[in-house]
């Protein structure tokens, strides 16, 4: 079955969240609940003007959500650049190996170059099955070292 491209659009949560219902049947690793609070974040995401930069793209075989790739945009005055962030590139345990990561990857790259983006930066994961997958990207380079730093439960002075 063929893969087709879809942007993800508010009308599309209940796909994306039996998605993730999905996604935990064949692998129960996930970090995250699927709870009233999160869908209700979800869709506040979507009147929220913070998510403005965000890309979000679904793939669907028929009716049915099989994988999802979400980025943001980063301007950054450190060098004066638009770069991107690859936040989350997922596709269902029985899907992968077909090709659907790779084209929700090169329909992201086109919606990037688009906006003039030139560079996409992730953080991958460290299991064998994710590194495999992005050490195959075409024009990739693995650099430096992720780090993930909590914000929550800092203390502001009113400084």
Not at 124 to 149: K, L
Request: proline share 3%; charged share 30%.
């Amino acid at each position: 079955m063929s893969v087709e491209i879809k942007d993800y659009t508010k009308d599309k949560i209940p796909d994306v969240l039996e998605f993730e219902r999905r996604l935990r049947e064949e692998e129960d690793d996930w970090g995250w609940e699927i709870d009233e609070p999160y869908v209700r974040a979800v869709e506040a995401s979507f009147s929220d003007s913070a998510f403005d930069g965000s890309v979000s793209l679904l793939a669907y075989e028929g009716p049915a959500v099989v994988g999802r790739i979400d980025a943001t945009l980063i301007a950054s005055r450190f060098d004066g650049s638009k770069k991107a962030y690859l936040d989350w590139i997922c596709v269902l345990k029985s899907r992968r190996h077909r090709g659907v990561a790779q084209t929700l990857l090169e329909a992201l790259r086109g919606i990037l170059c688009q906006r003039r983006i030139d560079t996409l930066i992730a953080l991958t994961a460290a299991n064998e099955e994710a590194q495999r997958f992005y050490h195959s990207v075409p024009d990739s380079e693995m650099h430096d070292v992720g780090i993930w730093i909590n914000i929550k439960g800092i203390e502001h002075n009113g400084d």
